[in-house]
């Protein structure tokens, strides 16, 4: 693909993006919608690293329950934390 062809595809996505989003170059963002406030905030963040069958049992567990990967692991906590305070 020649240079000329590239940046005009870069542009093509460039315009597009802008069109789609409604945004101009330079606009600031407008801020997000503020709801309900929650009963259960949850502000932190946590990474974890997993295996292939840790992720692979995780998937599986969201799947079959219709919950969330975060709300598996959140349960595990409880039921973990549970049983230490037995």
Do not use: H, W
Not at 50 to 55: F, K, V
């Amino acid at each position: 693909m020649s240079k000329i062809s590239q940046k005009a595809l870069d542009l093509r996505r460039y315009i597009s993006y802008n069109y789609i989003n409604g945004a101009k170059e330079g606009d600031a963002v407008p801020p997000k919608k503020m709801g309900r406030p929650t009963n259960d905030p949850k502000e932190l963040s946590v990474r974890i690293r997993l295996s292939n069958d840790d992720e692979r049992m995780l998937r599986y567990c969201s799947e079959k329950t219709n919950l969330t990967k975060a709300e598996i692991i959140r349960r595990g906590i409880r039921e973990v934390f549970q049983q230490l305070q037995k």
